[in-house]
């Protein structure tokens, strides 16, 4: 892979942490997504709320906020709108440019974008950090959710979400032999010559079982909850899915005794906080309190 000026430069002043990491590759190949996409964020607001949920805003307002790994920034204009006092975004690839750009767009002036590898990103700590559709594409998901978790103050929260290995069979048979083949080609010819005609029946699937979705026999087919979550969506949040799927070099599907085992493990987790709860039959989300 080409290094750029900016990579050039980091590599000088001696920031290997970031161009050494075992993720770059995943980081660079999100960031050429994320660069190729309009201004401003690609989900709703209500997108946003369902992802945090439990978390809500008077759980963020006025509190200091950390997204490990903001992408494009995405998230971050919707967590700007919960008021919290001071926002910081990490990721280590280059769609921190998007990131940026989008948040001197927003209203919201109290924030900041940091470029480095979110494994060893260390803090003073915060009020509440998340990772939202991160833990799951990193080589070490453990380590990601050891950052996270270091990252949060006494009496702070933490919230992720991650692919599940329940409920996501068809996914796992069907479209993880062609990410692990077109994460190797040019991210152009992944997303419009493959993502693009892939898309299409996955489109008119979703529509049949949001139209469907009363009858019995609808409800017993794959992916039936996601499907009416992302049948609300045009074909162009359909795309920028499945190029998501197939553009990265690394996806684990986890599994809820592995997140359990994973909780179980830290002894500044408030035990009585902690929340395993299933999105859209193919996900988890999951979180607590530090004591």
Not at 116 to 138: A, E, M, P, Q, T
Not at 215 to 239: C, D, G, N, Q, V
Not at 246 to 260: A, C, F, S
């Given at each position: 892979m080409p290094i750029t000026a900016?990579?050039?430069l980091l590599r000088i002043i001696g920031s290997k942490k970031v161009y050494m990491s075992k993720d770059l590759k995943t980081a660079s190949a999100f960031a050429r997504s994320w660069n190729n996409l309009p201004e401003g964020s690609v989900y709703t607001r209500d997108q946003f709320e369902d992802w945090l949920f439990p978390i809500r805003k008077k759980d963020a307002c006025?509190?200091?906020?950390?997204?490990l790994g903001c992408g494009n920034g995405s998230l971050l204009i919707h967590m700007a709108n919960w008021e919290p006092s001071f926002l910081e975004g990490v990721d280590l690839g280059d769609s921190v440019k998007s990131a940026r750009k989008n948040m001197t767009l927003s209203n919201f002036k109290n924030w900041k974008i940091t470029q480095?590898?979110?494994?060893?990103?260390?803090?003073?700590?915060?009020?509440?950090?998340y990772c939202i559709g991160v833990l799951h594409h990193l080589k070490n998901p453990k380590k990601g959710l050891d950052?996270?978790?270091?990252?949060?103050?006494?009496?702070g929260r933490f919230h992720c979400w991650v692919y599940a290995r329940e409920g996501n069979a068809v996914i796992i048979y069907l479209v993880e032999p062609f990410r692990?083949?077109?994460?190797?080609?040019p991210w152009w010819l992944t997303k419009y010559f493959v993502a693009t005609p892939l898309t299409v029946p996955f489109y008119l699937y979703a529509k049949m079982i949001n139209i469907l979705s009363d009858l019995t026999i609808?409800?017993?087919?794959?992916?039936?909850k996601y499907s009416l979550w992302i049948a609300k969506r045009e074909f162009s949040f359909f795309r920028h899915v499945a190029f998501d799927q197939l553009v990265t070099p690394q996806t684990t599907y986890i599994d809820k005794k592995t997140i359990e085992s994973w909780l179980s493990g830290y002894p500044c987790i408030d035990k009585e906080s902690i929340y395993i709860t299933m999105r859209n039959g193919?996900?988890?989300k999951f979180g607590g309190c530090i004591r």
């Amino acid at each position: 892979m080409p290094i750029t000026a900016n990579a050039f430069l980091l590599r000088i002043i001696g920031s290997k942490k970031v161009y050494m990491s075992k993720d770059l590759k995943t980081a660079s190949a999100f960031a050429r997504s994320w660069n190729n996409l309009p201004e401003g964020s690609v989900y709703t607001r209500d997108q946003f709320e369902d992802w945090l949920f439990p978390i809500r805003k008077k759980d963020a307002c006025g509190k200091k906020v950390l997204e490990l790994g903001c992408g494009n920034g995405s998230l971050l204009i919707h967590m700007a709108n919960w008021e919290p006092s001071f926002l910081e975004g990490v990721d280590l690839g280059d769609s921190v440019k998007s990131a940026r750009k989008n948040m001197t767009l927003s209203n919201f002036k109290n924030w900041k974008i940091t470029q480095v590898d979110l494994n060893s990103f260390r803090s003073d700590g915060f009020d509440f950090v998340y990772c939202i559709g991160v833990l799951h594409h990193l080589k070490n998901p453990k380590k990601g959710l050891d950052s996270v978790i270091a990252n949060v103050k006494k009496g702070g929260r933490f919230h992720c979400w991650v692919y599940a290995r329940e409920g996501n069979a068809v996914i796992i048979y069907l479209v993880e032999p062609f990410r692990r083949l077109f994460s190797r080609f040019p991210w152009w010819l992944t997303k419009y010559f493959v993502a693009t005609p892939l898309t299409v029946p996955f489109y008119l699937y979703a529509k049949m079982i949001n139209i469907l979705s009363d009858l019995t026999i609808i409800r017993k087919l794959p992916l039936y909850k996601y499907s009416l979550w992302i049948a609300k969506r045009e074909f162009s949040f359909f795309r920028h899915v499945a190029f998501d799927q197939l553009v990265t070099p690394q996806t684990t599907y986890i599994d809820k005794k592995t997140i359990e085992s994973w909780l179980s493990g830290y002894p500044c987790i408030d035990k009585e906080s902690i929340y395993i709860t299933m999105r859209n039959g193919n996900s988890w989300k999951f979180g607590g309190c530090i004591r």
